[in-house]
Nanobody, 115 residues
Framework: QVHLVESGGGLVQSGGSLRLSCAAN????????MGWYRQAPGKQRELVAI???????VYADSVKGRFAISRDNAKNTMYLQMNNLKPEDTAVYYC?????????WGQGTQVTVSS
């Protein structure tokens, strides 16, 4: 069973940066599609960025040019570098591992951007 643990959230001023980490309990990056999602209060969970097993990256339009997804296969860890943060980026950020119809989620990490 896939187990994911996020870290790196916090409070930052508008224009600041944060890096989120997602540690997996095994070498799954070549099998699972890995991604970051977020959920703001009162809103549905939305895709932020995703890695295909082949390494292709897809970003939500709202974060293109500001966020970067990456991974370290040796450490079984995926990252989300977030630059030029805006108040509308405030949300709980979740790590996801997907394979077919199966999906595993981390517990989430809070990101709060003050104006």
């Amino acid at each position: 069973q896939v187990h994911l643990v996020e870290s790196g959230g916090g409070l930052v001023q508008s224009g600041g940066s944060l890096r989120l980490s997602c540690a997996a309990n095994g070498n799954i990056f070549n099998v699972y599609a890995m991604g970051w999602y977020r959920q703001a209060p009162g809103k549905q969970r939305e895709l932020v960025a995703i890695f295909s097993p082949g390494g292709n990256k897809v970003y939500a339009d709202s974060v293109k040019g500001r966020f970067a997804i990456s991974r370290d296969n040796a450490k079984n860890t995926m990252y989300l570098q977030m630059n030029n943060l805006k108040p509308e980026d405030t949300a709980v950020y979740y790590c996801n591992a997907g394979l077919g119809t199966s999906a595993s989620w981390g517990q989430g990490t809070q990101v709060t951007v003050s104006s």
